[in-house]
């Protein structure tokens, strides 16, 4: 099996998700992860029987695995990778799956939850409790997140189960930037909008980079410092309004053919702070994308629920999912560095330097060979 096969599914994935997204949210700074996503969707699979199952295994593309052992295999080893408690590397993430206290778990289904997938279904009392469900989400997003903001609201009354995934990365760049040469730089929001922000300048760093001459931008990969040689790809278009035409046509390009073409070189890089707190219903997004049979009373849930249970049937009210994401001089976590004032960009001599000055709207992914964790974009600040 190889992998990029299935980091192409992901990033495929995450992307048609992050088009339709767009369409509600794509003047706002956006986040989302194709991997945890598609983790708690394989993990339904393997609960789920009948034409539920077959919907969840054509739309997961899940033939790609020889069989089930090897599919919970290959999220448990990136959950494991991206999940690891170390002093420079951690995802704090919380995917559950809610279903109403009526009914009752089978203890093989929990069991596969805790070991693969690193999560497991609970009870709890979703029939006619819309506030005791805000109260459930702002809990878990407080465990996970250390905050409970959340814009997320519930008014199902006859709810049987709910889907919960959020998501905070942590993680320092392999080459940090100097916090001292940090300052304040214009980014063109728009033609008509440009805002003194907080941004980060190495002018001779020595990473990834490519042309991308078909897609009118460039890109540049910047290594975290971790094992599994997880990365931020960055896509900037040329033109300082052109990130709307590079997002469509990154939906027919693999982020990996990308990777591939890129070659280390000498980069003068400029690069905004930036945090990113967002969170949305996925919902009817994954409806628009044909999976039609989870949210309804046909569903099939047999592999979850106990023999005992009345009903397979299982329809998911709400998936809600949030992610959070802080970007600075260490990289992807907390930071205390002020800003200061713009510092004079050298212009190079070197004619084989490039340049990668991030300074309008741009698009990211933070991946490595075998999965694609994370992709967003930046617009405003």
């Known amino acids: 099996m190889d992998p990029a096969n299935n ?8 992307l048609d998700i992050f088009t339709n997204l767009l369409n509600g949210c794509g003047n706002d700074n956006l986040i989302i992860s194709p991997f945890l996503i598609e983790s708690l969707l394989a993990l339904l699979y393997l609960g789920s029987d009948g034409k539920t199952a077959e919907e969840l295994k ?35 993430m919380c ?27 609970e009870k709890q009392k979703l029939t006619n409790a819309g506030k005791n469900v805000e109260d459930l989400v702002k809990s878990c997003l407080q465990s996970v997140l250390k905050k409970s903001t959340t814009n997320f609201h519930f008014t199902e009354n006859n709810c049987k189960a709910l889907l919960l995934m959020a998501a905070n990365f942590r993680n320092k760049w392999f080459l940090p930037f100097s916090a001292y040469r940090s300052g304040l730089y214009d980014f063109h929001v728009s ?22 001459k078909e897609m009118d931008a460039r890109a540049v990969e910047l290594p975290y410092e971790h094992d599994d040689e997880i990365s931020m790809l960055l896509i900037l278009p040329n033109k300082r309004d052109g990130l709307a035409e590079l997002e469509e046509k990154l939906k027919e390009v693999n982020l990996s053919s990308i990777s591939e073409q890129m070659q280390m070189e000498s ?10 707190d967002f969170e949305c219903s996925l919902k009817g997004v994954l409806e628009k994308l044909g999976f039609s049979l989870l949210f309804t009373e046909d569903s099939n849930f047999k592999n979850l629920l106990s ?10 009210a709400e998936i809600f999912h949030k992610v959070c994401l802080d970007v600075n001089e260490s990289g992807s976590e907390s930071s205390n560095v002020e800003a200061t004032k713009p510092i004079v960009i050298s212009n190079s001599i070197d004619t084989r330097q490039k340049f990668f000055r ?8 933070i991946r490595n060979r075998d999965a694609t ?3 967003g974009h930046v617009v405003k600040f």
């Open 7 to 14: 980091n192409n599914f992901e990033t495929n994935f995450g």
């Open 58 to 92: 054509a739309k997961l593309q899940l033939q790609r695995f020889p069989n089930n052992a090897k599919m919970a295999s290959y999220f448990a080893g990136n959950l494991a990778a991206i999940t690891q408690t170390s002093p420079d590397t951690q995802l704090e």
């Open 95 to 121: 995917a559950k799956i809610f279903i109403d206290e009526q009914n009752d778990l089978d203890v093989e289904f929990q069991k596969i939850a805790y070991k693969y997938f690193l999560t497991q279904a």
């Open 191 to 212: 033609s008509d909008c440009v805002k003194s922000i907080p941004m980060m300048l190495d002018n001779e760093m020595f990473v990834k980079f490519v042309e991308l």
């Open 267 to 276: 980069v003068q890089l400029l690069l905004p702070k930036f945090q990113i």
């Open 307 to 316: 023999p005992q249970s009345a009903s397979p049937s299982l329809p998911i």
């Open 358 to 365: 991030a300074d309008h709207p741009f698009f990211f992914a």
């Open 373 to 375: 964790y994370f992709i």
